[in-house]
């Protein structure tokens, strides 16, 4: 099955549980929030929200995955988190009114709302939402930190699993493939690797048939519980 892990509206990665947005403040209130907006489609691989710009909106996710990533001072890229339906992102910006601290990047084709932010402090006045966002804002925070804590201590093809794993389990695709529109320099920065590196680990993935090359570029993912049985016995 594409999906290995966590069950409908949670995610298991590192060993917590984490909780989608749609979750934390209830279907109602996020079918409200999303009318505010109509719904727009963004294409893979399009920058939703750019790491230094003001808060100026937030994004409500309705279908597709993203990727959350942080930009250093020499230009290199760490992947923070992965992001599925039924999440907000960029509302931190709005909420401290400080530069947007991460990039968000569709990792396939979305359909998003994108909500002014005079509306959403309204709506988060207006229903008393503050309290239960920042101790998700929290949560993010941790699940970040682990996510740093990986991509410094574990080998190349045990950080691609995870982001390909993290991949899959938010991917709005009902298929048993999981088509990954990245290519293997991006998957190499994502990670913290060298493309011959990522290349490497992906040889022996695609010799047993688990991944192929998609047409257009990017991955086809077969059978991701198959690669990450592979990363485990070979570490």
């Known amino acids: 099955m594409l ?27 996020w079918s409200q929030l999303r009318d505010l907006a109509p719904r727009r489609s963004r294409p893979a691989r399009s920058v939703l929200l750019r790491q230094g710009d003001p808060g100026t909106h937030v994004i409500l996710l309705d279908s597709g ?38 990039s968000v990047i569709a990792a396939e084709t979305c359909l998003v709302h994108i ?9 988060v006045d207006k229903y008393d939402l503050l309290a239960p966002l920042l101790r998700h804002a929290i949560a993010r925070v941790r699940e970040a930190e682990s996510v740093r804590l990986e991509l410094a201590t574990a080998s190349v093809p045990a950080r691609l699993a995870s982001a390909l794993t993290r991949l899959a389990e938010v991917s709005s695709a009902t298929a048993r493939e999981l088509s990954v529109r990245l ?13 011959n590196a990522v290349g490497a680990a992906l040889r022996p993935w695609r010799e047993h048939g688990w991944l192929d090359t998609a047409h257009g570029g990017g991955l086809v993912v077969r059978d991701i519980a198959a690669i990450r049985r592979h990363v485990r016995a070979e570490t």
């Open 115 to 123: 909500v002014p932010a005079a509306d959403f402090l309204a709506f």
């Open 3 to 29: 999906r290995p892990s966590g069950c409908e509206g949670r995610h298991t990665w590192g060993g917590t549980v984490y909780q989608p947005h749609i979750t934390v403040i209830g279907e109602q209130l």
């Open 65 to 102: 995955s993203t990727l959350v990533t942080l930009t250093g001072q020499s230009g290199e890229r760490t992947l923070l988190a992965v992001r599925g339906a039924g999440e907000l992102l960029g509302e931190l910006a709005v909420l401290d009114s400080q530069p947007r601290s991460a």
């Open 183 to 195: 290519t293997q320099t991006e998957l190499s920065q994502m990670i913290g690797a060298s493309r």
